[in-house]
């Protein structure tokens, strides 16, 4: 079975192609253009997304070596994400079905990040908890056979990755922000300054709290030129001490989860799980307390079709397929 899947639903525009035998082609197209501006633009991002998502479609089965012809099921992101953008990718791999006449699987943007760690060997034994961090979303589930996701917690304000993302644009790091702080970080002292780790509940998250309170440091430091020295020499210092308070709450909030749930299979996937200091701290976690870490390789933790692909498989195994009058859900939840 061919599966072509199509993810567009922020700022890339991806298409995979997922046979008996593996994963034939991975296509990523990042849509440039946004750094300038801070932040994606939904009117841009939608426009790109018209403009790649023929060429980048015809890369991916060009790569993976299949006509379309022999696609035998198309799956397509549906949401959750930006509305412009999910329409492209959603109206194209419905024509893609009906054209082809095979079936449409819509996926979950979400479900496609905790399915993505069977990209990779080695996989993760149902059931596992899984912290989904990315630009969009900050939660953690317990994930169970037969796509039961038993949601523990989620962020009630900003997601881990867009925390990464203003601080960095406090810091007139560019966007996105999160590569640049991990790369600047190696270079500082976690300990240069105490951030706030915002704990709520049992399992949920606040980034906005430790996003604010960086804003409150670097004003409090006085004028923009007295700002420009400190920061001169203290650049990597903020960021690794920024980096690290949300590491601890990330990683903490994973060791309670397997402490109470008892299960000893983890994962954690979506664009922040690329985090250097994030993946250490897991991996010393996982060794203090006995359990199973899964984290996937960069190409399939931010966006991307393959994880798409990955749970159309999961889904056409049980016959689950979608409507034609499948409709876009921007606020799509898992
Ligand atoms: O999963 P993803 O590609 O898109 C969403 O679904 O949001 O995640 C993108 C997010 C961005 O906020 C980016 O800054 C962050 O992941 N990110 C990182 C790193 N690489 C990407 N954050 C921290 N450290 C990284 N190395
Ligand atoms: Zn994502």
Same mark, same amino acid.
Not at 66 to 72: A, N, R
Not at 116 to 121: D, R, T
Not at 189 to 192: D, G, L
């Given at each position: 079975m061919n599966i072509l899947a199509i993810e567009s639903s922020c700022d890339d525009t991806a298409a995979a192609v997922l046979t008996d035998d593996g994963l034939a082609a991975n296509v990523v197209s990042s849509q440039l253009g946004h750094a300038e501006f801070g932040g994606v633009v939904p009117e841009l991002a939608s426009r790109a997304h018209q403009r790649l998502i023929v060429p980048v479609v015809q890369e991916a089965l060009g790569r993976a070596g299949?006509?379309? $012809? /022999? +696609?035998?099921a198309v799956a397509v992101t549906y949401g959750p994400g930006l509305a412009g953008s999910l329409l492209v990718g959603l109206s194209f791999g419905k024509a893609l079905a009906v054209g082809l006449d095979v079936p449409l699987v819509g996926v979950n943007h979400l479900e496609g990040h905790v399915y $993505? +760690?069977? @990209? $990779? /060997?080695p996989v993760p034994a149902f059931p596992y908890v899984c912290l989904t961090v990315s630009g969009g979303h900050t939660q953690l589930n317990v994930v169970r056979e037969g796509f039961q996701h038993e949601l523990l917690g989620r962020t009630r304000d900003d997601a881990a990755g867009e925390a990464f993302d203003k601080v960095a644009k406090m810091l007139d @790091? %560019?966007? #996105?922000g999160g590569p640049v702080i991990d790369r600047l970080a190696r270079e500082g002292? #976690? &300990?240069?300054h105490d951030f706030p780790r915002t704990k709520l509940g049992d399992f949920d998250f606040s980034f906005s709290g430790v996003k604010t309170s960086v804003l409150y440091y670097l004003n409090r430091l006085g004028t923009d030129e007295d700002r420009r020295a400190f920061l001169n020499d203290h650049l990597a210092d903020v960021c690794a001490a920024f980096q690290q308070a949300v590491v601890d709450v990330l990683v903490d909030r994973v060791r309670k989860a397997v402490h109470d749930t008892g299960i000893k299979e983890v994962a954690i996937v979506g %664009? +922040? $799980? &690329?985090?250097s200091a994030l993946k250490r701290e897991a991996r010393e976690a996982a060794e203090a307390d006995g359990f199973n870490l899964y984290i996937p390789p960069l190409a399939f933790s931010t966006d991307n079709a393959a994880m798409i692909a990955m749970t159309a498989r999961f889904k056409l195994r049980v016959g689950q397929t979608s409507p034609l009058d499948l409709a876009a859900a921007p606020n799509l939840a898992l």
């Open positions: 299949i006509q379309k $012809s /022999e +696609v035998d $993505s +760690v069977f @990209l $990779s /060997e @790091l %560019g966007y #996105p002292n #976690p &300990a240069f %664009g +922040v $799980s &690329a985090n």
